[in-house]
Structures are given as C-alpha cells and as structure tokens.
C-alpha cells in the first residue's frame, strides 16, 4: 500500500522518527515557555544551556566517571544552579524593563557562552557513548526502532507531562502563576517571590540541561549544537503560543511530526517548514494556536 | 598593480630595499585567510588554516620582502564572503586570498578575484567546477575536488562489489558537485543509483535520511557532505544498525578532524580518499608536530596542509616574478613546478588545477591505533597524472 508514491510502511518509520525530534522540541520549548510564562523573559541562552547539559555530561564522564544515567540526575541540577546564578547576577535587574531588554541579554550571554566552548572545543564535536543497557534496537517490521530513541520518546513525555502537572494542577504551581499575575498581591501573603522566580528560571534551565544530556548520545557533544536548534524551538514556542505550558508540548510533538514528513516528500524545505508554518500562524492566531492575548 | 600612493609610500624605501619590492603593490605582500572560523568547517580550515599561514610564511626565505597576513570569517554565507573579499581588494590591498572552505562561497570570491584581477588560491573548497566551468585565470585550486574524490573513493568502493548506491547529498554547491562526479563514476564502472536524498547545510538529525537510504536496499550509502553533517550521519548510521544490516557508507569527504571527533569505534573500516596525512614521512610528520604545538594540539588537515603548500608556492612565484600583480603570479605558479615538503613534487595546470598524488585511505581499527591521530592505513596512492580529472574533461575555457 501507497500513499503519495511511497510505501505506508516507510512512512510509520518517518512519523516515529517525527515523534522522536519532537520530543526535542517539546522538551525544549517547554523550558521557553515556563520561564516567559512565569518571568517574561525571552530567554534565549536555552540553546547554550542545552548545549552546557550535553557537555557537563561528557565532563562527568570523563573527568569523574560518572555514567549517563547519574549524569542525567546530576546535569540539570548543575546546570540549573548556573542559570539560577545568571538569574539573581544579571536577569534580575531587568524585569523592570521592556521584553527586549532580556532578550537582547541572554543573546549576548548565549554568544558568550557558546564562543568559550567553541575556542576550546573547536567544532568537529566530542563523541558521547550510548549507555549499555540502552544500546542495540528493535525490528518493528516499519523500520529499525533502536532503544536509545524509544527511550528518548518516553522520557520526554514523562517530564512534559509532570512539569505541566506541576504548574497548572498543584499549589505551588498556583502560586508561581499568581505571582506572574500580581507579585505584590503574591509577596503580601508572606510568599518569596523573587526567590520563586530565581527557582522557576532554573527549573527552565534544568529542562534545558536534560535536553542536553538526552542528546548527547545521539548527535556529536558539540559547542555550536544549541544554536541552529534554538532558533525552530522559538518558532515551536511562538506557534505553541508564548508561555502556554500545554501549548508547547503539543506544538513541540506536532511540528516533529510535521518535519518527519516534509524530510520525506519535500526534504529540501525540512528546515523552512516549521517557519512557513510560523508565518500562517501568527497572520491567522497572533496569540499562537494555544496562547490568549493578554 | 600600482596606486599613487604606493608609489610615494615606497619611494624613501626603494634606496635600501631591492628592485624585488619596488613592484610589490605598497610595498607589501597582503595575505587573507578566508575561511569558517566559527561554524562547521571551522576546524577543518579555520584557524588551523590561519596557524598554517603563519607558518609558511615563517618557513619561507623572504629575503627582506614584507609578507603580512590578515583573516576573516565568511560565515559560509556567499554574500558575506564577497563583501570581505570586496573590502580586502579595494581597501585593504590584500593581494591573495587564501582557503575558503564551502563551495558556494569560494565560487563567488572565484568571481570577485576575477574582477579585480587579483589572486585565489583555494584550499578549502571541493566543487570541481573552480577548475571546470567556472576556471578563472586568477584562480588555483591547490589540495582537492569533488572529481578526485568521487573517482579515488567511488572507483575503490564500486570495485570492490559496492555497486549499487543511494546518496544523502548536502543540498548546496558542493554537495551535489561530489554527488554528481560521484554518480558518474559509479555509471562508468557499471554501477547503478537507485535513489538520492538532499538536506540542508547543518542538518542535525539524519535519521530520517538513513531511513529512506535503508529502505532502498542500495549496497553503498553515499554520504555528499562534510564535517559536522558526515559526522553525525555516521554516528546515527551506527545507531539505526545501517552497517549491522549489510549496507556499507561510503564519506565521500571525511576530514582527520572528523574521525578524530568520531572516535575510531565509530569510524573504523570507513574509506576515503585525501591528498594529505601527517604520518607519510619524516617532512609531514615534522611540520604536523610543529603545527600542533601551535594549534591547541589539533593536527593538520589536508585543507590546513593546503594553506601551506599553496602560500609557499605562491611566495615562491611572487619572488621569482619579483611582483604580486594577481594574473602574473597566477600564470608564473602554472609555469614553475611545485615542490614542498607536505604534498612534494607537482605542478598546476593551466585550467588552475594544482596536481599532486592521493591517498586511498582506510580508518584503522581501535587496537591498530597507536594514540590520538594515529588514524588511517594508506590503501592505495593514486598518482598526480591519474587522480584528478583529465584537462580535457572539465569543460574550462581557458583550455584551447
């Protein structure tokens, strides 16, 4: 059976592999719109944080011993307290201030950042080995599934999912959305809310820095691999809806899927698709599929 | 190429210095290293390329003749890379511009330097078109070509029982260059491609390339890119259980920094071809060794080898000419034999094809290895005369 001139089963195999790239973006853009949604700050170092996720892994690794499945706890917790330090140093100065403001600082940071690596790393990237019990794949009779992605998949839903459940569904997540709303109200009550704030930013730097080591594996550790990703995870946020928690997940999943299929019928526009469909939607829903205008 | 100024400028020299500098433009040999300092390629050229610059002109017997160097990074943007070799020729005086990895980008300084008639050596680049339709009698294209890789790598692999190929081809100048002299080797040894697949530049994820290439049951996968791209296709091929399933890849273009980012367990048994190793003999692994204790320890390419070997050659003619108007010195390094310690004797061609032998190379297995950069096998070398495409062929109209 055909569909479109290519074999059904081919395209169960590029749908997955959708699922799987989407998983990234969901994973990604989630820690976007948590911390615009929660501090309205565009915080666009999220790709080099990523990118300090999947090489503190390899710093683990190599320097101490410690294995992917540690690295995994560890990383996001690391790399959280740095983006947690950035935030009371630098961000907090600018909430007073225009969106762009933020916008214009975690950019500089992000080039920073991303320069340091690259000096030292250059940029033919560090291989990162597949954890053991993760390794080989199964035949699903469609295609090839290796475990690592299947992994990947489950994981990123897993954490998507808690993280939504977590802000929307619990008292803490109650107060952080009240503190958006009206933070002397919030502070009134006896809550901390810049420290609330300084936490939220590394929860969405942590989510940042798990990315990061979930990739490792898969692509080269490498100083520029945030920066072209970062750039389609905002198109995902934007489309999403900036700062809708569930809005991000599905965009994330769904844009993944919508690529898989472009890189089959038309690969050449695999990178443009995700912006094409950017454009259609902020001409038709300004507010993104799941934002409301505020 | 004389201005004004550089007339006045070098009159109060011109008592002490030689008749050599009086007709050197300002007095002054300007060379630009053009090359992606800070993305993909950066480490195949980069400021590897630069260090190797630096060094050839150190190496080289000036004899009180000023040699400057300047670089720049052209973002593997075409429209960048012109504008900086625009500002270079017209106020900067830059006589040479050096390298310039990405094939879209060197095709636009190709035009520029011709234009301005000044001097194009390229190192970087692998569209054989810069020696094919669009030669240039101010351009040299010194270390290789898409023609030579096709023929060193596609006539080994389909020789030995590949002869069925699919390609995953970076979707860009270069990319479909290699994909195109690579088919026609195949074609030509009785081969046959039954399907082809373009990404973009920089493309992070290939799995759903190396799908469709595995569902196209071809013997040989052909990967068309380079850098970051090869790599990373080569590591998720390992993933998916490509090679584990019967199918071989072929790098049409693999770099010895992208086997050492792989790691030999990724990249053992791959086959490729280059023009330059470190380990040859006594010269290359000299200069290697001084190249790395001024390059973080990275050792050279065969682009970054190229920088050096076309620079001396360059200076070499630049010194008998006793000038650096661009033309002249292009025509005297077609006329003059080449000869360096890193790519040894040679010469260039009137269509600007500098000819030197290739290697057919094969990654070594993790227990052949010595350590770090101890890397291939030399299978094969192709001599000068067989491993790149014959003048005749190119379709170069400055070949009567």
């Known amino acids: ?294 | 190429m004389f201005s004004n100024r550089s007339i006045f400028a070098a009159a109060p020299l011109a008592v002490a210095a030689s008749l050599a500098q009086a007709q050197i433009s300002d007095g002054v040999v300007k060379i630009g290293v053009l090359s992606d300092m800070s993305s993909l390629y950066s480490d195949i050229g980069g400021g590897g390329s630069v260090v190797a610059a630096r060094m050839a002109i150190a190496d080289f017997p000036t004899k009180g003749m000023k040699v400057e160097l300047l670089s720049a990074d052209h973002l593997n943007k075409p429209d960048v890379g012109s504008s900086i070799a625009r500002q270079w020729y017209d106020v900067d005086k830059v006589d040479v511009i050096v390298d310039v990895p990405t094939s879209s980008v060197a095709l636009a300084i190709n035009q520029v330097t011709r234009e301005k008639g000044k001097a194009f050596l390229v190192s970087g680049a692998a569209s054989s078109d810069l020696t094919g339709k669009a030669c240039s009698p101010n351009t040299i294209h010194w270390t290789y070509d898409t023609w030579m890789l096709a023929n060193g790598t596609g006539n080994a692999i389909v020789k030995t029982g590949g002869d069925s190929w699919y390609f995953i081809t970076a979707d860009y100048a270069f990319g479909l260059a290699l994909e195109r002299d690579t088919e026609a080797v195949v074609l030509k040894n009785g081969g046959k491609v039954l399907g082809k697949v373009r990404h973009p530049l920089n493309a992070q994820d290939f799995s759903s390339f190396l799908l469709q290439a595995q569902a196209s049951k071809a013997k040989i996968i052909g990967l068309a890119n380079a850098g970051g791209d090869t790599t990373n296709a080569i590591k998720q091929a390992a993933e998916f259980g490509i090679v584990k399933g019967g199918q071989n890849l072929a790098g049409l273009l693999v770099f010895l920094s992208d086997i050492h980012g792989l790691g030999l367990d990724k990249a053992q048994g791959l086959i490729f071809t280059e023009t330059f190793y470190w380990d040859l003999n006594d010269q290359t692994r000299g200069f290697a060794r001084r190249f790395a204790a001024a390059n973080s320890g990275k050792y050279p390419t065969m682009v970054q080898a190229g920088v050096y070997s076309a620079i001396t050659h360059y200076l070499k003619a630049v010194t008998a000419l006793k000038g650096d108007d661009g033309t002249k010195v292009i025509a005297k390094m077609k006329e003059l034999p080449t000869d360096d310690p890193l790519f040894g004797k040679g010469t260039v061609r009137i269509d600007g094809r500098a000819l030197h032998p290739a290697y057919l190379v094969e990654v070594k297995k993790p227990s052949e290895s010595k350590g770090p950069y101890d890397y291939y096998k030399i299978r094969a070398t192709i001599p000068a005369d067989q491993a790149f495409r014959p003048l005749s062929e190119g379709g170069c109209p400055l070949v009567k």
Request: with cysteine; net charge positive; aromatic share 12%.
């Open chain 1, 1 to 294: 059976m055909e569909i479109f001139g290519i074999p059904t089963q081919a395209l169960f195999g590029q749908l997955l592999i959708g699922l799987i790239n989407g998983s990234f973006y969901a994973l990604l853009s989630l820690g976007l719109a948590v911390i615009f949604g929660l501090l309205n700050i565009i915080n666009f170092t999220h790709g080099a944080q990523y990118m300090m996720g999947a090489f503190c892994a390899y710093f683990l690794l190599t320097k101490l011993g410690i294995g992917y499945w540690w690295a995994l706890a560890v990383t996001p917790l690391a790399v959280g307290i740095i983006g947690m330090v950035i935030e009371r140093l630098m961000l907090a100065r600018l909430y007073k201030l225009d969106h762009l403001y933020g916008l214009l600082l975690t950019f500089g940071l992000a080039l920073i950042i991303q320069g340091l690596f690259r000096n030292e790393y250059g940029t033919s990237g560090i291989p990162y080995a597949l954890p053991q019990e993760l390794a080989g794949g199964h035949n699903l009779g469609f295609m090839f599934l290796p475990n690592y992605r299947a992994w990947v998949i489950l994981a990123s839903i897993v954490v998507c999912l808690a993280t939504w459940f977590m802000i929307e569904k619990t008292r803490l997540g109650a107060y952080l959305r009240a503190a958006t709303e009206n933070p002397q109200l919030v502070q009134a009550f006896g809550i901390n809310v810049p420290r609330m704030i300084t936490l939220t930013y590394g929860f969405g730097v942590a989510l940042a820095a798990f990315a990061g080591v979930m990739a490792a594996p898969i692509y080269q550790v490498n100083p520029l691999m945030g920066a072209d990703l970062i750039i389609v995870v905002f198109a995902v946020v934007v489309i999403g809806g900036m700062g809708s928690i569930m809005g991000s997940i599905v965009t994330g999943f769904a844009l993944g899927l919508i690529e898989g299929l472009t890189k089959v019928f038309y690969p050449e526009a695999s990178n443009t698709v995700i912006f094409i469909i950017m454009a259609i939607v902020l001409m038709i829903k300004p507010a993104g599929l799941f934002g409301t205008q505020r």
